[in-house]
Nanobody, 130 residues
């Protein structure tokens, strides 16, 4: 059973930075996609960034590209999201997710809402004030 535990959320002023962490356990091998998703009140959950565990290839949503960096420490089984130049519109519950790499890759396959084959963490709140 895959287990994911997020930490590192909090409140910050616009322009500030936060780093989210996700401790992962319960899976083996390198054919996994991992990613960060977020959901703001009244909105659907959306992809933020994803990384393929085997190669480290990444993909970012347009709204965060250039500001956020997703990374992994395989020795520690930990996924990170470094968030810089935060904006009020980044306010959301952030979720860590993991799943086997589908035939069409971490993007768009794993990223897609239509892909149910994801394990989820419990979420960590990020609030950015103006």
């Amino acid at each position: 059973q895959v287990q994911l535990v997020e930490s590192g959320g909090g409140s910050v002023q616009a322009g500030g930075s936060l780093r989210l962490s996700c401790g992962a356990s319960g899976y083996t091998g390198s054919n996994y996609c991992m990613g960060w998703f977020r959901q703001a009140p009244g909105k659907e959950r959306e992809g933020v960034a994803t990384i393929f565990s085997g190669t480290g290839n990444t993909y970012y949503a347009d709204s965060v590209r250039g500001r956020f960096v997703i990374s992994q420490d395989n020795a520690k089984n930990t996924l990170y999201l470094q968030m810089n130049s935060l904006k009020p519109e980044d306010t959301a519950m952030y979720y860590c997710a993991a799943g086997e790499r589908p035939w069409n890759g971490c993007y768009p396959g794993f990223w897609s809402r239509r892909n149910p084959n994801k394990y989820w963490g419990q979420g960590t709140q990020v609030t950015v004030s103006s």
